[in-house]
Structures are given as C-alpha cells and as structure tokens.
C-alpha cells in the first residue's frame, strides 16, 4: 500500500466501460477516482479502447495536450482494451499514451500501472524544476542555451562498426563548441566500450554507470558535477570499461538527455552501431527524444546494405522519424567505386553531408589525442567537420511529433523490424 493517494480519471465513451474500470480501481488502497472535469492533471488518466480506436487516440492526444496546456507536462493516459496489434500500439504512442493493459485486467498488474504512471510524473516534476534552474543559472553565466530554449540533441549511429562513428561524433561536438553557439556536451553509448576519452585524451572519474548506480541522487547538479572537461569546453559522461552488467536503463536514459538538454546548447551521443550491453531498448527511447539522427555509413556494400536495412525498419515503424534523419558519407573518395548519387538511389534517401577520406590526418589526431580542429586545423576533413557544425545550428529542423512511449510500450515492440536492427548490428 501506497502512502501517497493516487488520483485517476476514467474515461470511456460506454458508461458500462467507465463503471467497470471505477469499480476496479475502488478495489485498490490508495486510490481516488476523480470525474474529469474534477481532474487537474495531477496523475494518470485511465482511458477504455472503445468501439472506434481512432476516436480514443485522438481524445489521449487532447487530454495530453490540454494538461499540457494547463500543467506544464502532458497528462499520463494509460489504454485498456483487448489484445493489441503492433499497428496500435505505435498509433498509441504517437497520441502520448504511457502504457497499455490488455483486458481483462489484473488487480497486480492495474496497481503496477499505476504506480509507474506516478513515479514517471514525480521524476518528471523533479527533473523539471532541477534542470530548470541549472540551465537558469547556465543562461545568467551565459553558457546556456538561448532563454526559454532547451538544448538539441544530435544522435550519431553507426551503420555497422569500423567505418569511423566516434570520429564523426567527437570532431562534430568539438566543431559544435567552437561554432559559439552555448555550451556542448558530448554522451558516450557506444559498447562494448566507448572510446572517446581517447580521442581527446581525457581524464575522467565517473561514467554513466556511475549516474546508473545513483539514479536517486540524479539532478541538474549532480550530473553536473560528473562530467569531465575537455580543454575546448566540452563536457563528457564517457562511457564504462566493458560489462556485462553495463547496461542503460531507458528511464535513466531519458532523466540523463533531460538535464542534459536543459543545462546545453547541443548536446552529441555516439551511439556506436547501437548495438552491445543490453541497451536496445534504451536506444529505442533516444532516437524517438532525438533532434537529429546523423547515420554514418561508409559507400561500400556491405554498409550500404545495413543502412538499407536499418532505414527499411524506420520506414515501417518509426516514419516520424524520418525528417529528422540524415545520412552521413564517411571516408569518401574521388575513387569510390559508389558514389553518393548511386547510395543514394539504394537506399532512396538524401546523403547530407560526404566526410572525405583524410584516414592519415585522422589517425594522427586520434594518436595524439586531439581533435582534428586542434592537431590539424586547415585540413579538409577538419574544415568539413565545421561546415557540418554550421549546417547544424543553422538548419534547425521544426519540433517533430512529441511521443510520450513508456517501457511497457517498447517492451511490446521488441520483436519489431527496427528493434531487431539495432539489437543485431554486432552480428
């Protein structure tokens, strides 16, 4: 039993709906079901699938978006209904439905719901006021991001390993932080082992394990407090030596781009391929926060295949995630057998930007642990890095759908095409 009363609204467009879900929740200590014209947006919303889903996805996006309106954040709606398809649970996700129940409903599995439902909105309360005034104080310190502007986040994904994603990621953030447009802040995610550390030989004391094994003492502060330096004005959470226990849970996931977003400008996570530590799921939650997902591909066959692959799984369950995809050509050289033109008709999307082929300058800048701006300043592929920067800060993209997907909803998606890419690139 709960100390803290849960309020819920009910909502069902058949009253004999309404009255079973009211008698259920009647069953469980702690919980007051309030009409919803009563309700203030202070918990979850429990809404019965009726005859027309359609209909009941679209009222879950309005009583989202009028909480919203009135609250600050969007109302929690959890949907009861039968057995779903994976077409409806996408659509659910899109309309800003937190969970799903298929009926009937267990008196365990309801209380569960419930109690996720008013964990997620008191993190989210907390989360919000904390990195409210970190980035307050960012913005009074001028560092921050423009006022009222959360920060953007820039995804980097390897279409397969080796082809140089960290490369892209470290040399962006570093070009991001030189353009002068607020602070940056760079997330290691790449596993088995993220290397970026190396790349701008940096020292470090805690990694994103350490804020896993603290999640309760996670704040605006506190993370603050963990990022390592780099001599450009870059921060960085690195990522930890090897593990099998290494793996990112999406809430915390979700809480770390939060406060990141909210304390800096831009703020760059190298993904790797995606792939390694269990972190699937976790990836499936930052690309659907993300601004921008750069997917770095090599024009050789065998990546051009994976990147095929991977933009087939978008196509078919994440589209919304299609403007805000962009392709990046790495290593590209005058001898290619492929050129863009030709990828870009296999994969039938636009290249964004062509890294060229400088693996000389590269390495040397890895091997002294620079970035390419530092150790090689007029060279091509450091030049291309900030055009790429420019491209960014200057082409913002409009915000795209908000979706507010809770894990019981990504569990179920699991075995979809797109999961199954990202959880099987290191094969």
């Not at 919203?68 to 057995?83: C, D, N, T, W, Y």
């Not at 490369?167 to 997330?187: E, I």
């Not at 024009?299 to 990046?328: G, H, I, N």
């Amino acid at each position: 039993m709960n100390s803290r009363m849960i309020t819920v609204a009910v909502e069902a467009v058949q009253e004999q709906r309404r009255e079973a879900l009211v008698l259920a929740l009647a069953a469980l200590d702690g919980v007051a079901v309030l009409p919803r014209e009563a309700f203030c947006g202070d918990g979850p919303v429990l809404l019965a699938l009726g005859a027309d889903p359609a209909a009941d996805l679209a009222l879950a996006a309005s009583l989202s978006e009028r909480d919203r309106a009135g609250q600050g954040q969007p109302a929690l709606v959890i949907l009861v209904g039968p057995a779903p398809t994976p077409e409806l649970l996408l659509a659910a996700m899109r309309a800003g439905i937190s969970e799903y129940l298929p009926e009937p409903v267990a008196e365990a599995d309801l209380r569960a719901a419930l109690d996720r439902a008013q964990r997620l909105r008191d993190r989210g309360q907390a989360s919000q006021s904390q990195a409210g005034q970190s980035f307050q104080a960012a913005q009074a310190a001028g560092q921050g991001g423009q006022a009222g502007q959360d920060g953007r986040i820039v995804l980097v994904l390897g279409a397969k390993g080796g082809i140089g994603t960290t490369t892209v990621a470290v040399n962006l953030a570093d070009a991001l932080t030189r353009q002068g447009a607020g602070r940056t802040a760079l997330l290691d995610l790449a596993q088995p082992q993220g290397e970026t550390p190396i790349f701008l030989d940096l020292e470090h004391t805690y990694t994103w394990a350490d804020v896993a094994q603290n999640i309760e003492r996670l704040d605006a502060t506190y993370l603050e407090s963990v990022m390592a330096r780099h001599r450009s004005g870059l921060a960085v959470l690195p990522a930890p030596d090897f593990s099998a226990e290494a793996a990112l849970e999406p809430e915390v996931l979700l809480q770390i781009l939060e406060l990141l977003r909210h304390g800096y400008a831009q703020v760059v996570v190298d993904l790797g391929t995606g792939a390694g530590a269990g972190n699937g799921e976790a990836i499936l939650e930052a690309l659907d926060m993300a601004d921008d997902v750069l997917l770095v591909l090599d024009l050789s066959l065998p990546c051009l295949a994976r990147a095929k692959r991977f933009l087939e799984a978008v196509r078919a369950t994440q589209p919304q995630l299609l403007p805000r995809l962009r392709l990046v050509a790495n290593r590209k050289t005058s001898e290619s057998d492929i050129g863009t033109g030709e990828a870009e008709g296999i994969l039938q999307q636009r290249i964004s930007w062509a890294v060229v082929n400088d693996y000389r300058a590269a390495l040397s800048a890895i091997n002294q642990g620079k970035t390419l701006a530092e150790a090689d300043p007029a060279s091509a592929l450091s030049k291309g890095f900030a055009a790429m920067a420019r491209d960014l800060c200057r082409d913002v993209l409009p915000q795209a759908e908000q979706t507010l997907a809770s894990g019981s909803l990504w569990a179920r998606l699991r075995q979809s095409p797109l999961a199954q890419s990202l959880t099987r690139r290191n094969g």
